[in-house]
Nanobody, 122 residues
Framework: VQLQASGGGLVQAGGSLRLSCTAS?????????IGWYRQTPGKQRELVAA???????RFGEFAKGRFFISRDNAKNTVFLQMNSLKPEDTGVYYC????????????????WGVGTQVTVSS
């Protein structure tokens, strides 16, 4: 699935950002669960949030109550709304997807896009 992550930037602690993950085509988007992942300094890539075609969601523990995921099928886009950002949220955020929910939850992909940088200043 060819996906493009965007929307990162520099924000102060307590602020918000909305990331977008857009598929290259409807055929690349429809039928696929989509996940957001992040790699923060010194840590392995981890799941931030994921959403199925039907709207089932899963969040990383650190994201619960602060981050929200949604998908707009008409725009072939999944959004990640991040609120109450903390300096420890700083990192590169990636999106990826596929037809298998277990794969998307695990982030088990051999290929990754460039990602978008999120920097939260204290």
């Amino acid at each position: 699935v060819q996906l493009q992550a965007s929307g990162g930037g520099l924000v102060q602690a307590g602020g918000s950002l909305r990331l977008s993950c857009t598929a290259s085509s409807a055929s690349a988007f429809n039928g696929n669960a989509i996940g957001w992942y992040r790699q923060t300094p010194g840590k392995q890539r981890e799941l931030v949030a994921a959403i199925t075609v039907g709207g089932t969601k899963r969040f990383g523990e650190f994201a619960k109550g602060r981050f929200f995921i949604s998908r707009d099928n008409a725009k072939n886009t999944v959004f990640l709304q991040m609120n109450s950002l903390k300096p420890e949220d700083t990192g590169v955020y990636y999106c990826n997807g596929g037809p298998l929910w277990t794969q998307v939850q695990a982030g088990d992909f051999s290929s990754w896009g460039v990602g978008t940088q999120v920097t939260v200043s204290s």
